[in-house]
């Protein structure tokens, strides 16, 4: 495991040559180097000293904000040939605003700070001419940043996405007469198309985003392909779906119309089936936005779904995506889009809230942080294997999954004990310090994003905690590492708090500190034999779904327990999102009500 200790249309530039008199632009020849970046290579990051700049000659760059959700869409923007790079850190001698990676093969010329003091005492009149190049470039793009920021308060258009949603409502009619029966019969195809495939993709998915375990997510996709079909089939989601003949009141189902699939880097092919799945079922069409981290396998997973869309009679165009130049801004043009009916948005909080923000009726999500009270009463062995299983499976990524042990000071010797049986590591103090010292950004309370979905035998290593035992597991009791603020949050990762309180009130009153923290409306875990004990929990957590006795990142999907399956989780108004619901197809139907009159 590797832990450091760390598409918008491209920015217009001018010619550095036509900015240049032929005798300066001789000078800038003599006083710059060639240089070559092969395709990925990092060519600054964001933070590191401005003390060059870049005059590219071929090839095109990739300007990237540094960000901590791997789920949200970093991309400012590009850069081609002809154009400056850095030049704004040279200028201002400040450090580098953002990253620049080389998204194709880039040849260009550097000039350091030390190159143009040399050309200063040479050729002062090609220097001044060189910094008004630079001026000049510096200008155009806080212009074009300032058309980007219209963009962003004004509609604009795409040619892409324009023809995306024009054919995905051509598709949509087509399907709108289709019986219940056809409709599952189309879905189960889709489904068992998936699942055949279901290794192949969570191989896919862990090589490209280096997050996660390929027999955890084969687990997930075959959840939201076939358990996710079976919670739909025979269900009705058009016409007539029921009369309560006592009110002489209806409910009639219409489809919402175009929906936008936001898909999350951390699962992306089990939530890509699962709302293509529940968008078919209520006879939608869906268009896919998935994040540029996983370009390499979201084409695969739309050419899987729409191979069994045309073995089966319906258009292909009922499930589509975002093929070229993806970024954030075509996202939100997407999402903006006048014919596009609602947004299924799960990923990082910055993209949700884009969603909500762009006027397009939106189904959200919010963060996970849930914590799981340990009552006095309850089976230690079975909640401490329950804890294990759940939160080291797919290495933490479950936004439901428990990220705070609340234990009652009873059993807290015994609960540890249970949980080192089951495969957990319990640091020690000198441990848990190590560990915060190397996965807790400096000066915050948050994970380096590096940590994220790794396994834990591997975070352990780095960390030089050992165990005779294989770990699945690391707990950190917060009192060895400063309470609450250090671990008090969602964790993506195998990793655990664990926190003691004196009895269950105390316990419940944690659990809401903790909710309110970070992932209010999300979930919340109890493990108790006391069904007054789990229904006053219930009653006081501000959370969606409250878990009694279950594995967290099983329960909350309906895998262990009754709950709708579903990969796109709502957090109510507790938590900034229009349902508590797991959404399916239901959230996205329009249901009318025929009220006859009663005399």
């Known amino acids: 495991m590797k832990l450091p200790m760390s598409m918008p249309a491209p ?22 180097r060639s240089i070559s970046f092969p395709a990925s290579t990092c060519i600054f990051k964001a933070g590191s000293p401005g003390d060059c700049c870049y005059f590219i000659d071929e090839g095109r760059v990739r300007i990237e904000l540094d960000r901590s959700e791997l789920d949200s869409e970093d991309v400012l923007g590009f850069l081609d040939a002809g154009s400056i790079l850095g030049e704004i850190s040279i200028l201002d001698g400040m450090p580098r605003s953002a990253s620049a990676f080389a998204h194709t093969d880039v040849r260009a010329r550097r000039v350091d700070k030390e190159d143009l003091e040399r050309l200063e005492e040479a050729n002062p009149r090609a220097l001044a001419a060189l910094y008004l190049a630079l001026g000049r470039s510096a200008g155009i793009k806080l212009r074009s940043a300032n058309e980007r920021l219209g963009d962003a308060i004004f509609t604009t258009r795409d040619p892409e996405v324009d023809e995306l949603v024009a054919r995905a409502a051509v598709a949509q009619r087509e399907i709108q007469d289709w019986p219940e029966e056809r409709i599952d019969s189309l879905l189960l195809v889709v489904a068992q198309s998936f699942a055949i495939r279901a290794k192949e993709l969570a191989e896919d998915t862990v090589r490209v985003t280096r997050i996660g375990n390929v027999p955890d997510k084969v687990c997930k996709n075959l959840i939201a392909s076939m358990g996710v079909y079976r919670s739909l089939v025979g269900r009705p989601a058009s016409g007539l779906l029921g009369t309560d003949e006592a009110r002489k009141v209806s409910e009639i189902a219409s489809p919402a119309g175009i929906v936008v699939g936001l898909i999350p880097a951390t699962n992306p092919a089990a939530t890509a089936i699962f709302k293509a799945l529940i968008a078919v079922k209520a006879r939608n069409a869906l268009i896919l936005s998935f994040p540029r981290s996983i370009r390499e396998v979201g084409p695969s997973l739309g050419t899987i779904i729409q191979d ?3 073995k089966c009679g319906a258009p292909a165009d009922l499930v589509q995506w975002i093929k070229h130049g993806h970024s954030r801004k075509k996202t939100e043009i997407l999402m903006r889009h006048p014919k596009v009916s609602l947004v299924l948005a799960t990923g990082g909080a910055s993209m949700v809230k884009a969603a909500y923000g762009s006027g397009t009726p939106t189904i959200g999500v919010g963060p996970g942080n849930a914590p799981a009270l340990i009552c006095a009463d309850a089976d230690l062995e079975y909640a401490a294997e329950s804890v294990v299983m759940s939160k080291s499976f797919d290495n933490g990524l479950v936004c439901g999954s428990e990220n705070n042990l609340v234990v009652v000071a009873s059993v807290r010797e015994a609960f540890i ?3 080192i049986k089951a495969g ?30 790794q396994k834990a035998s591997d975070v352990a290593m780095v960390a030089e905690i050992k165990r005779d035992h294989p770990i699945q597991l690391i707990v950190v009791p917060t009192e060895a590492v400063g309470g609450e603020e250090a671990y008090g949050r969602e964790k993506m990762a195998p990793i655990l708090s664990l926190f003691t309180v004196a009895d269950e009130q105390e316990g419940f009153r944690l659990s809401l500190d903790l909710l309110q923290r970070e992932g209010t409306g999300h979930t919340a875990v109890i493990h108790t034999r006391n069904e007054e004990t789990i229904d006053r929990f219930a009653a006081a957590m501000p959370a969606s779904r409250i878990l009694a006795n279950s594995p967290a990142s099983h329960g909350v999907i309906g895998f262990t327990t009754g709950l709708m399956p579903s990969l796109t989780l709502g957090c109510g108004t507790f938590g900034g999102n229009s349902t508590t619901d797991n959404v399916s197809y239901r959230n996205l139907l329009n249901i009318k009500r025929l009220a006859h009159y009663l005399p």
Do not use: K, M
């Open 308 to 310: 069994a869309l045309q």
């Open 424 to 453: 957990a590591a319990v640091l020690t103090p000198e441990e848990a310090q190590r560990l915060t010292a190397l996965l807790v950004l400096p000066g915050t309370h948050h994970f380096r994003a590096e940590v994220c979905g």
């Open 11 to 32: 920015v217009p530039e001018p010619q550095p040559r036509r900015l240049l008199g032929e005798h300066e632009a001789a000078a800038l020849e003599r006083y710059s």
């Open 417 to 419: 004990e249970a949980l």
